[in-house]
């Protein structure tokens, strides 16, 4: 019986490596497939044909191994460069860090808490140096509390970090500031990580390193403070911030109320209440920030603020219980937390939080591009039955 | 400038040339030392459109395929010429430094 004609055998040759061709032109951007495929199939076998050679069967099959081998890498090649390419240019496009989120109700509210979160975080670091504490001090004439009298290198983030930052926001160097809100984190993490971890199981710091990472967030995805300033005027943000410095100065370890003295046993100020007087003064400030925020913005963008910041405020629920057992059983500082504070404790459920609002605002984004494409089609639809 | 995008640019310079006549005269210009194949050939093509030295030409179907040309642009034809008189200083000089060109002979 004889065999395939030659020229049947070839055809048959082409229409494999065509195949094996189109397989490899898959790896190519859409654009340049639509725009080059059939040309560059038509070249890549003409390049074939001329590349035909009489030769014993091994060596010619081995030539042609060669030849589509080659052809094969140089293709990957190419998908590679101009893939590259379109990645390098679409950076290049980009202005330096300018990808905001999109979805105008979450980007107000990240551009509210671009100013909120660095002014948090000056009051936290101010608060960690004991200035308001011992403002108050000296204005109530408590004698307990001066300044931290030495830094640390553990202290350097915080110390650094929250005044440059705030600084930035009001300088309205955003990408900067989000920067520095970066850094101040990494910062506050490294310096925790110095005593076995044994930093980030403080609710102080994970309250902090949360708030950082906020502040980052939001100044770096969102219009930023000239937005967030205007959304949330001026004298609300003056507000917000005179209410962190009370909160901050009054409450963090009931620093006013409680403190060593010289026998290291507690004291209690009869001057600023009773037995579990810190803990209602803390909540009804906290309530008083929290509404008069509510109330400088829009009902759906203050939603989405109160859910941002809910995220570093989680962990300073525990400073909270901690006061709150130093109240009932007279045990400021360690071991006297109703629920020991840990590591899982302080973080699981901040990044929870933030990976609801992700999933969340990744649906609603799905939802809206669905939503789209079906008016889209409801639209286009007579068009194109007229035109059939 | 790097080789094959000087010959590529070579290549059309004398005319408008679909993909596989670019190849052949690439191959034919350098002497069969610059061999360019299909995926070397159309990223440089890409990247000299992107850059607005070469442009898309006539189109035609040749046995059932798709037959696109290219044709140098005018930038492209600067662009060249600058390469060129680049390389012809720069041959000068090291033929100077050389004793091949100039006084010496």
């Known amino acids: 019986m004889r065999g395939p004609r030659p020229q049947q055998r070839l055809a048959r040759r082409r229409s494999r490596m065509e195949k094996r061709y189109r397989r490899l032109l898959a790896l190519y951007p859409r654009d340049h497939r639509r725009e080059h495929a059939e040309e560059m199939v038509g070249v890549l076998l003409a390049a074939d044909g001329d590349t035909h050679v009489r030769a014993p069967k091994p060596v010619a099959w081995a030539l042609r191994f060669g030849q589509h081998a080659a052809d094969s890498a140089d293709l990957i090649g190419g998908a590679l460069r101009i893939r590259g390419r379109m990645a390098l240019n679409r950076v290049r496009r980009t202005r330096w860090l300018s990808w905001t989120v999109r979805d105008r109700r979450w980007s107000d509210a990240l551009a509210v808490v671009s100013v909120v979160a660095p002014l948090l975080l000056l009051v936290a670091a101010l608060t960690e140096f004991r200035i308001p504490q011992a403002v108050a001090s000296s204005v109530t004439g408590h004698p307990h509390w001066g300044l931290t009298a030495t830094l640390g290198l553990a202290d350097l983030p915080m110390a650094a970090g929250a005044p440059g930052v705030t600084l930035l926001v009001f300088l309205r160097l955003r990408r900067l500031a989000g920067l520095g809100a970066l850094a101040t984190a990494i910062g506050q993490l490294a310096a925790g990580a110095v005593p076995a971890f044994a930093g980030y199981a403080d609710p102080a710091v994970a309250f902090t390193v949360l708030l950082s990472c906020t502040a980052a967030a939001a100044l770096l995805l969102s219009p930023g403070p000239d937005r967030g300033l205007a959304l949330l005027t001026r004298s609300g943000t003056a507000l917000v911030g005179t209410g962190a410095l009370i909160l901050g100065g009054f409450s963090v370890g009931g620093g006013v109320w409680f403190g060593p003295i010289d026998d290291g046993a507690p004291l209690r100020s009869g001057d600023f209440g009773g037995k579990v007087a810190g803990l209602p003064a803390d909540l009804l400030i906290a309530a008083v920030l929290v509404t008069a925020a509510a109330a400088c913005l829009r009902a759906p963008v203050s939603r989405r603020v109160l859910a941002l910041l809910a995220i570093p405020v989680i962990p300073y629920a525990f400073l909270w219980q901690e006061k709150l057992a130093a109240d009932l059983f007279g045990q400021p500082g360690g071991g006297s937390a109703i629920v020991p504070s840990s590591i899982p404790l302080l973080y699981l459920p901040p990044l929870l939080l933030a990976s609801l609002i992700l999933t969340g605002t990744w649906l609603a984004r799905r939802r809206a591009g669905e939503r789209d494409r079906q008016v889209r089609s409801a639209t286009s639809g007579p068009r194109s039955a007229v035109r059939a | ?105």
Do not use: C, W
């Open chain 2, 1 to 105: 400038m790097q080789e094959p995008t000087f010959l590529i640019l070579t290549a059309l310079a004398a005319g408008a040339q679909h993909g596989y006549g670019i190849m052949t005269d690439v191959a034919r210009i350098s002497d069969g030392r610059v061999r360019l194949r299909a995926g070397t050939l159309y990223a440089a093509l890409d990247r000299l459109k992107a850059d607005g030295l070469v442009a898309g030409d006539k189109e035609e179907i040749v046995d059932g395929r798709l037959r696109r040309y290219y044709r140098i642009t005018d930038e492209g034809t600067a662009e060249l010429a600058a390469e060129v008189g680049r390389l012809r200083a720069n041959a000068a000089v090291a033929a100077s430094r050389l004793g091949l060109a100039g006084g010496t002979a």
